[in-house]
């Protein structure tokens, strides 16, 4: 992702090597997989209508 020394998420200037290849810090890296983990689930979801071809 790569970062301008700051989170893209709160600002916060970044001091870890690590935080700054990715652009966030380590709680709201976190919180953007957790996010992104999230919005994956709900993507792959089908109803049983779906499922059962109707």
Same mark, same amino acid.
């Given at each position: @992702? %790569?970062?301008? %020394?700051?989170?893209? &998420?709160? %600002?916060?200037?970044? =001091?870890?090597? *690590?935080? @700054? #290849?990715?652009?966030?810090?380590? /709680?709201? $890296? #976190?919180? $953007?997989? *957790?996010?992104?983990?999230? #919005?994956?689930? #709900?993507?792959?979801? =089908? &109803? /049983? $209508? ?5």
């Amino acid at each position: @992702m %790569g970062s301008n %020394g700051a989170c893209a &998420t709160c %600002g916060r200037k970044l =001091i870890d090597k *690590k935080s @700054m #290849e990715r652009g966030f810090g380590p /709680v709201c $890296y #976190e919180k $953007y997989l *957790k996010a992104k983990q999230q #919005e994956d689930f #709900e993507r792959n979801q =089908i &109803t /049983v $209508y779906e499922a059962l071809g109707e």
